[in-house]
C-alpha cells in the first residue's frame, strides 16, 4: 500500500500567491510531486511579504511564502523566452496535472493553454484558477483575494454600520477558493484514475466566494432584503459578541459569548451575577429589542472577570464562550499542542522554524509536512539534470542566457 493518498501524481505548478499554491500544497503534503515553476523577473508576490526572518526582506526569508509551499521543489524559468517554453513542453510528459493562476490571456499567448498541451497529451488534467474564470467579460482582470473580497460582496457586509465599513482581515478569498479547487482537482484524480482520461478546470475564484454569501444572496432573491453589516450582532442569538474582561499586565482580554436560549441567558447570568433577584431580559424577544442595552451590560458584567475562569465557568453552563485569542496565544494553545499542529522544518535560508500542521488526518495514510518549502531556484540542478538528463554544460549556458533565472 502507498504510504501517501497522493503518492506517484505528478504536478507542474505554475500558480502564485494564495490560491493556487494553497491548492497544490494540500497533494505535496499527501505525497504528490509538485514543482514549482518560478521566475526572478516576476517574483511571486509572498516572497516579498512579511513576516521574514530577523525582520529583514528577503525572497527566501518569507514565511508566508514558507507556510504555503511546504513539501514542494522549485525550479526558475523566464517562460517569456522561446527556450524556457520548450524546457516545460519537455517536463510535460512526466506530469499528471499542470496548475496555473494567471489571467487567462497569459497561457494562450505561450500556447500552453489546455487546447495546446491536451494535445501533446490527452490525459492531462490542467487546473487554471483565477479571479474571474476563463470566460464572461471580466476574465482578464488582474487582481488580489483583498480586491475579490470586495467585488464578492463581502466588504458590504462587514462593520458595524453602512457608514463604518470594515473589510474582512486580509485576502479574504484566498482561503476560501482553494478548498473548492482542491476537491475538483481530487475529483478530477478519481476520473482519470476509473477512466484514465483528464480534463480541465475552470476555477473561478469569483463564483467560489459567493457560496459563502449564500444565506444572503437566498434572502434577498426570497424578500428583496439586503443584508447590512451588523458588527457582531446575530439575528439568531443574542447576545453576541465580543467583550472586553480583565487585563493581563499590557494585553488586552476578551470573551465571545452566544446566548442560543432563555435558559442559557439564566445560567450566564448566575455566573455574573450570582444571587441576584431580577433577571433582566428574560425573553429572547427583549434581548433582540434591546441590543445595545444588552451588550452594554453584558459588557459592564465581564469587564473585571479573568478571561480563562469565565470561560470555564460559561462552558460549565452549557454557554457558548471561548477567549478571543490573538496569534502568541495560537502558538500556546493546549488545544493545538495536544494536536501536535505546530511543525519545524529546517529551511534552506531561514533555518529552525514553525509551520501550521495538515487540517485533515488520514488514518491509513497520514500525510506530513515532507520537507520546507524551496528557496528560489533551489532544485534547478535536480529537476534540468536528473529529470531531464541535461548536462551541468547545458544548464550552465542556459543560466547564462537568463532562460534559467
Known amino acids: 500500500m502507498k504510504r501517501y493518498a497522493f503518492e506517484g501524481i505528478h504536478v507542474l505548478d505554475f500558480t502564485w500567491y494564495g490560491v493556487g499554491p494553497v491548492t497544490t500544497k494540500y497533494l505535496a503534503d499527501n505525497g504528490a510531486d509538485v514543482i514549482r515553476i518560478e521566475s526572478r523577473t516576476r517574483v511571486d508576490g509572498l516572497r516579498m511579504a512579511p513576516p521574514w526572518k530577523d525582520g529583514k526582506p528577503d525572497l527566501d526569508g518569507s514565511q508566508f511564502f514558507?507556510?504555503?509551499?511546504?513539501?514542494k521543489k522549485g525550479i526558475t524559468l523566464d517562460m517569456s523566452k522561446p527556450k524556457a517554453r520548450e524546457l516545460f513542453l519537455r517536463l510535460l510528459p512526466w506530469a499528471d496535472v499542470v496548475s496555473e493562476s494567471f489571467t487567462p490571456k497569459t497561457l494562450r499567448n505561450w500556447e500552453l493553454d489546455y487546447a495546446h498541451l491536451s494535445a501533446i497529451k490527452p490525459e492531462l488534467i490542467m487546473l487554471s484558477t483565477c479571479m474571474m474564470g476563463q470566460s464572461g467579460p471580466h476574465r482578464d482582470y488582474a487582481g488580489f483575494g483583498n480586491l475579490m473580497a470586495a467585488i464578492s460582496g463581502f466588504y458590504?457586509?462587514?462593520?458595524?454600520?453602512?457608514?463604518?465599513?470594515?473589510?474582512?482581515?486580509?485576502?479574504?478569498?484566498?482561503?476560501?477558493?482553494?478548498?473548492?479547487?482542491?476537491?475538483?482537482?481530487?475529483?478530477?484524480?478519481?476520473y482519470k484514475r476509473r477512466t484514465g482520461k483528464g480534463q480541465?478546470?475552470?476555477?473561478?475564484?469569483?463564483?467560489?466566494?459567493?457560496?459563502?454569501?449564500?444565506?444572503?444572496?437566498?434572502?434577498?432573491?426570497?424578500?428583496?432584503?439586503?443584508l447590512q453589516p451588523c458588527g457582531n450582532r446575530s439575528e439568531r442569538y443574542a447576545p453576541h459578541g465580543a467583550y472586553r474582561c480583565a487585563d493581563e499586565g499590557e494585553h488586552e482580554r476578551w470573551i465571545a459569548i452566544a446566548v442560543a436560549t432563555d435558559e442559557q441567558w439564566t445560567a450566564m447570568l448566575e455566573i455574573l451575577r450570582p444571587g441576584a433577584s431580577d433577571r433582566p431580559f428574560a425573553s429572547a424577544a427583549e434581548r433582540f429589542a434591546n441590543v445595545s442595552a444588552l451588550d452594554d451590560l453584558v459588557g459592564g458584567l465581564v469587564r473585571g472577570r479573568q478571561v480563562e475562569e469565565l470561560t470555564a465557568a460559561l462552558q460549565q453552563a452549557g454557554v457558548a464562550a471561548y477567549p478571543v485569542q490573538n496569534c502568541m496565544d495560537l502558538h500556546h494553545d493546549p488545544n493545538l499542542e495536544a494536536f501536535d499542529f505546530w511543525h519545524w522544518l529546517d529551511h534552506a535560508k531561514m533555518g529552525p522554524s514553525p509551520y501550521e500542521g495538515l487540517e485533515h488526518r488520514l488514518s491509513r495514510t497520514p500525510g506530513e509536512l515532507r520537507w520546507p518549502a524551496p528557496t528560489l531556484g533551489q532544485?534547478?540542478?535536480?529537476?534540468?539534470?536528473?529529470?531531464?538528463g541535461m548536462s551541468r554544460a547545458e544548464i550552465a549556458e542556459l543560466i547564462e542566457q537568463k532562460v534559467i533565472f
Do not use: K, W
Not at 514558507?66 to 513539501?71: F, G, V
Not at 473561478?204 to 439586503?226: C, I, K, N, T, W
Open 66 to 71: 514558507a507556510s504555503y509551499n511546504t513539501s
Open 200 to 226: 480541465y478546470i475552470d476555477m473561478s475564484q469569483y463564483e467560489a466566494a459567493l457560496h459563502f454569501l449564500a444565506p444572503a444572496m437566498v434572502d434577498y432573491f426570497a424578500s428583496g432584503r439586503v
Open 156 to 190: 458590504s457586509i462587514a462593520g458595524y454600520s453602512p457608514d463604518e465599513l470594515c473589510p474582512p482581515y486580509g485576502a479574504y478569498t484566498d482561503f476560501i477558493a482553494p478548498r473548492f479547487s482542491a476537491c475538483a482537482l481530487i475529483a478530477a484524480l478519481d
Open 379 to 388: 532544485h534547478n540542478e535536480e529537476i534540468f539534470g536528473e529529470l531531464l
